[in-house]
């Protein structure tokens, strides 16, 4: 949709990515007293709370200066390091493989710079001025306007939830007026601003990415950062690495490799409409286990355009075979778990056929809504309680879930080997065993019954995402008419995506 931006979106940063090499351009911005940090552990960002929000954890990212996050950093030289610590690579030893490089410490990825307003141009940097020639970056870096940010995790630190408070008091980051905590955003995102939401979805996935890549895919060895965070390399390439006891070099060190650098994996969400346009298909999670419908979703696999992707999730998930060329794109969402691109779209189905769950299993059910039932749902309340998650009940109905679906596998798996069928079985077919047990379906259904049994009057007869969520984007524009569709007349074969507003 034009100029449509969904949360995570629209990065306000220049990421100045012909300097991530640049180890001068580095190290003198990350000593700025300008210089803005996000941090992490295990993903989960730190958050700063203010008196008397302490004990409802209500909290914003915090960002914090380079005098509060030191003691975490490490020795300097932050970049460029070499063989001995705090020495620079010298000329002699400087490579590809060395440009930039940190291989003491956590990973450090620089962000991008916010600047301000101005007619003077758009990130005015060449890389001239921080080349190994300059003499002068220090002082290119103090007329630079505008906040660099750089972000890291520290949970490979592991330090203790103790020793974490002490060092953050002590930098002066955390007072008797603010604390820190870490937390789920999600918990947060509905107050995120615009700004920070897109902030926040760089750094995470960007941390995550560094922090999960710990060893080389082509040999095993230990991985380092190189380019600011940007990119990850093999130590066996170190100009000073012992590889007297390889049998052959890393195959990294030749060519262009896709494990170097960051990934994003396309995922789409998609909104199917009936032939009258006033329905759509919502689909509910096992992952959830309040009455929370959503559209459908689902990765694209190797092979497949958009078109195709949306086609196959909707069969192996609803049983619902689309209008040919009635996939239209609404817009796109950056989606920082870890790191996925959630392409949005609406595709047109004749709501007569029969929907059925039973192939993939990934859907507990799917069903048609009306306009009005949708509508329902985004007018209930004062507070729009028909589009609000509680994300804590959520993450720990997704680890109970987790939990109880492994103790159902290990109990399915250990029937099928006395069974003697178990033998050769792939987690998949152990998995199938699962799903297709009606007694624990039973017991699942009965539970959530239960549960909903005891909410009250108040309560929504179902939920659907937040605008937050692209999924709630494109649910609610289609409900409010700001996207439109055509009725579809006859067999629909004839069918051209043809939608207004989009």
Not at 159 to 188: C, F, H, P
Not at 285 to 306: H, Q, V
Not at 375 to 381: F, H, K, P, S, T
Request: with cysteine; hydrophobic share 35%.
């Amino acid at each position: 949709m034009k100029d449509h931006v969904n949360m995570f979106g629209g990065s306000p940063l220049n990421r100045l990515s012909w300097l991530r090499s640049s180890p001068s351009f580095l190290n003198g911005l990350i000593g700025s007293p300008k210089t803005r940090f996000l941090l992490f552990n295990a993903g989960q960002p730190l958050l700063l709370t203010k008196a008397p929000d302490f004990a409802q954890n209500a909290g914003t990212l915090a960002f914090l200066s380079v005098n509060q996050v030191k003691p975490f950093l490490g020795q300097e030289p932050y970049f460029n390091q070499a063989k001995t610590p705090g020495e620079l690579i010298s000329k002699e030893e400087e490579t590809s493989f060395t440009e930039a490089a940190r291989h003491r410490g956590l990973p450090l990825v620089f962000l991008g710079l916010h600047e301000p307003q101005s007619d003077h141009g758009h990130g005015a940097l060449p890389s001239s001025e921080f080349s190994s020639k300059s003499t002068d970056a220090a002082n290119v870096i103090a007329k630079i306007e505008g906040t660099p940010y750089f972000s890291f995790d520290v949970a490979d630190l592991e330090l203790s939830e103790e020793e974490m408070t002490r060092i953050l008091t002590e930098t002066g980051a955390t007072n008797d007026e603010q604390k820190l905590i870490w937390s789920d955003a999600r918990a947060v995102m509905s107050t995120m601003s615009s700004f920070e939401g897109a902030v926040y979805a760089e750094a995470r996935s960007m941390v995550d990415w560094n922090w999960r890549n710990k060893f080389c895919p082509g040999c095993g060895s230990p991985q380092y950062s190189l380019w600011g965070g940007w990119k990850i390399t093999c130590s066996s390439l170190l100009p000073w690495a012992d590889n007297s006891n390889r049998k052959r070099p890393c195959p990294s060190g030749k060519g262009l490799q896709n494990y170097a650098h960051p990934r994003t994996d396309g995922v789409v969400i998609m909104c199917t409409v009936d032939r009258s346009g006033d329905k759509i298909l919502l689909g509910r999670s096992r992952k959830f286990p309040f009455k929370f419908f959503s559209a459908l979703a689902g990765f694209i696999e190797p092979g497949e355009t958009f078109e195709d992707a949306v086609s196959r999730e909707l069969w192996e998930e609803a049983g619902i075979q689309i209008y040919p060329n009635s996939v239209v794109y609404h817009s796109g969402q950056p989606w920082p778990y870890p790191a996925n691109l959630m392409c949005g779209f609406y595709a047109r189905a004749d709501e007569r056929k029969e929907v059925r769950v039973d192939l993939d299993n990934e859907l507990v059910e799917a069903k048609w809504y009306t306009r009005e039932d949708v509508l329902e749902i985004l007018n209930w309340g004062k507070e729009g309680e028909g589009t609000k998650i509680e994300w804590k009940k959520v993450s720990e109905a997704e680890k109970k879930a987790e939990d109880e679906q492994q103790k159902v596998m290990a109990q399915a798996r250990a029937r099928a080997q006395a069974q003697g069928q178990g033998e050769g079985k792939k987690e998949g077919e152990i998995l199938s065993v699962w799903t297709e047990n009606k007694d624990h379906q039973d017991v699942v259904e009965d539970k959530e019954k239960g549960k909903e049994k005891g909410k009250g009057k108040d309560e929504p007869p179902f939920r659907i995402p937040p605008t937050t969520a692209i999924a709630g984007v494109l649910i609610r524009d289609w409900a409010v008419g700001k996207v439109k569709f055509e009725p579809i007349e006859g067999d629909g074969e004839e069918l051209v995506a043809k939608i207004s507003n989009l």
